[in-house]
């Protein structure tokens, strides 16, 4: 893959993200290989079916999830990219927005499509610790081990 093969992949990649909807998953073939690699704080999986369980969960317990991207750096290897991700948990204070900040790992298979997705993000900081339950006691934790 060319420099210029692997910016064309990321643009594609981004503009997935960037427009993400339930509708989308019908296109996940389109942007990930069939046996493609993904791997987030709660799920390794390997293949389309199992890519397109993990987002239709998603959408099953989300509400107007978005992703914004900040930085990227691309080689011909892949892409690494920043990015945030706002939505709103159905069940759980489904008036507020919460927010997380990640990044992503990016390997394209010859036909640029995503061979390899591995997303960053501190579970623990970004989503558990601004749960009600879970929350005060992620940062009572936080504050005597710091």
């Known amino acids: 893959m060319t420099l210029d093969d692997a910016r064309a992949a990321t643009a594609r990649v981004r503009a997935f993200y960037e427009g993400l909807a339930p509708a ?3 296109r996940l073939e389109s942007i ?3 046996d493609a690699y993904f791997r987030d704080p709660f799920n390794e999986v390997r293949g389309l079916p199992e890519i397109r369980r993990i987002f239709a969960q998603m959408f099953e317990h989300l509400d107007d999830a978005r992703f914004a991207f900040a930085d990227e750096a691309i080689d011909e290897r892949g892409a690494f990219l920043t990015w945030d991700m706002t939505f709103r948990i159905r069940k759980l204070a489904p008036g507020e927005t919460r927010r997380i ?3 992503t ?3 394209f298979a ?3 499509r995503v061979a390899y997705h591995r997303d960053y993000w501190d ?15 992620m940062r009572w934790l936080k504050r005597q081990l710091g």
């Open 110 to 112: 010859p036909d640029g």
């Open 123 to 137: 579970a623990a900081d970004e989503l558990y610790a601004k749960l009600p339950l879970i929350g005060p006691v």
């Open 101 to 103: 900040h990640g990044a």
């Open 32 to 34: 990930y290989a069939p």
């Open 24 to 26: 989308d998953l019908d």
């Open 105 to 107: 790992h990016l390997r």
